[in-house]
């Protein structure tokens, strides 16, 4: 049976869902954490660090919402702010700088929406993300774990391999918002969900997913192990090209969509 | 399609702000500012190519590229249906080449009268393929934005249009050339997190409405009322996220002067 995207929806944002924090405790060897991005601050929705990944060097992006209520709270439910993103550019040319490929974790609701985030450039935070990204010369493989919430989550997806698990979502905006502005009724938003085309089989077809990690009938640790025996191979697949190619092929995987 | 338009007779305008009744003739003379209140209107593509580009110096490019309905939307062909009829356009933003002030560049114009301007795969496409001309012809390209952002009705892939778009950016910015965006009311959402803020330069009209999330949204999430002038033009310079604010009467002869400045480096 067809399962529902509403469903995939609300799996993808479940509370006991791993994210960011799991991935890296679970994949990453001798991982450290760096903070702050030397510009204002340092934002708790986006971990960043160091560490082996099945011995090589690797610099880790992750988006986390937190587990407990206090955690959530510094984390801002995973949202996050533009430091957040210029944290994680900091660490991705530092990466570039050391020859290092980059692994980045998306799950959020989407970027923080406030006041402050606007102060400080939320919009331009993502757009320079955007543009960096598509230069880094080191491989990008970038995993939606949770929920992909738009152009807060496209800010660590510009890459060269996009995986997503296969009851991530990756939309452009929540059903809620969509059906709200649409049907006026955000009630509506499992029909806006369908509309949508969220879901992980939807972006494999679109051939934005490069691939999808099976879930079903998995332990956490069964799907992490999966996840990571096929980073493992994107980054030596990346590796075998130039810089130049790999930069052109990166271009090219966006370049295509029309 | 688009020249014919140009020439169209325009029906007469209310202010958006006053209310006043503009007969069309003394609005296009005034660069539709209104002549009453003084408040800045929103320019279809068309009007603001015949104020900028110097006259018969415009060449369209990407004309025929159609809106379509890539992910089978419910209700979005009526939508488009509705969209060209209202803008007379085929999507929200008009590619081409021009000359402003004798300088030769590529020039895109995004308009409101279609969808709000949203970008979908159609609006993507074509400022992606207008930054790569510029690139491979050593343009610089002038931008005008006016976004409601990203256009839900295609989802993902207007997403993926603020990476194609920004990467296309990217290269032409690698080539040494240079890119100025010109930013109009409203600039939001995803065109604000993309290329509306990936400018060398970045120019804004006064009092333009420019911000990533919505007003509304903002107030609903945090429950704080927002600063009196809050995402307007003038707090996006004061924050540091733009270059000059441009008065509309004097924004081609500025545009002319920063081409011919940036003619004159070594590259």
């Known amino acids: ?258 | 399609m688009f020249l014919k338009n140009l020439f169209k007779k325009e029906a007469d305008r209310k202010c958006t702000k006053c209310g006043a009744e503009i007969p069309y003739k003394k609005l296009s003379e005034n660069a539709f500012i209104c002549p009453k209140c003084g408040a800045y209107m929103r320019m279809k593509a068309s009007e603001r190519l015949a104020l900028i580009a110097d006259a018969k110096t415009f060449s369209e490019q990407n004309a025929d590229l159609k809106c379509k309905n890539p992910i089978d939307f419910p209700g979005y062909d009526e939508k488009i249906e509705k969209a060209k009829a209202d803008s007379g356009l085929e999507d929200a933003v008009v590619c081409g080449t021009c000359e402003i002030g004798g300088e030769k560049c590529a020039i895109f114009v995004m308009d409101s009268s279609f969808m709000m301007g949203s970008m979908g795969t159609t609006v993507g496409e074509k400022i992606t393929s207008l930054f790569e001309y510029a690139l491979d012809n050593s343009l610089p390209v002038v931008g005008f934005t006016t976004s409601g952002g990203a256009r839900m009705q295609e989802g993902i892939l207007s997403l993926m249009q603020m990476a194609k778009v920004s990467g296309a950016v990217k290269r032409h910015s690698d080539g040494k050339n240079l890119y100025i965006a010109v930013l109009t009311d409203p600039t939001t959402g995803g065109v604000t997190a993309s290329f509306a803020m990936l400018g060398d330069i970045i120019i804004a009209e006064p009092k333009a409405l420019i911000g990533f999330a919505g007003k509304r949204v903002i107030e609903q999430t945090t429950g704080e009322k927002l600063p009196e002038g809050f995402q307007t033009a003038e707090f996006m310079l004061s924050h540091g996220f733009v270059d000059i604010i441009a008065e509309r009467k004097n924004l081609k002869e500025k545009l002319a002067t920063l081409l011919k400045i940036h003619k004159g480096g070594k590259r």
Request: a negative charge; one cysteine or more.
């Open chain 1, 1 to 258: 049976m067809e399962i529902k995207a509403y469903d995939r929806v609300k799996t993808a944002r479940s509370g006991g869902r791993p994210m960011g924090k799991y991935y890296i405790d679970n994949m990453i060897e001798d991982f450290c954490e760096l903070h702050g991005d030397r510009r204002y601050g340092d934002d708790g929705a986006i971990i960043g660090g160091v560490g082996f990944l099945g011995g090589k060097p690797v610099t880790v992006i992750a988006m986390e919402r937190g587990e407990t209520v206090e955690d959530r709270m510094a984390r801002h439910f995973g949202c996050p702010a533009p430091e957040g993103y210029r944290k994680a550019l900091r660490l991705m040319k530092q990466a570039e700088k050391f020859g290092r490929p980059i692994i980045c974790f998306i799950g959020s609701p989407g970027a923080y929406c406030g006041i402050e985030a606007e102060n400080r450039g939320q919009g331009e935070a993502i757009a320079e993300n955007l543009f960096e990204m598509m230069g880094i010369s080191v491989p990008i493989i970038s995993v939606v774990a949770g929920e992909g919430g738009s152009g807060g989550a496209l800010a660590l997806g510009v890459c060269d391999s996009l995986i997503m698990l296969e009851n991530a979502i990756y939309s452009v905006i929540s059903p809620e918002g969509c059906a709200s502005i649409l049907w006026k009724d955000s009630a509506k938003a499992p029909d806006a969900a369908e509309a949508l085309r969220l879901t992980a089989p939807d972006l494999y077809k679109f051939g934005i997913a490069d691939k999808i990690i099976d879930e079903t009938d998995k332990t956490n640790e069964k799907i992490c192990k999966d996840l990571k025996d096929y980073i493992v191979a994107q980054i030596e697949l990346c590796e075998k090209y130039s810089a130049q190619e790999l930069l052109d092929k990166r271009y090219g995987k966006f370049r295509k969509i029309k």
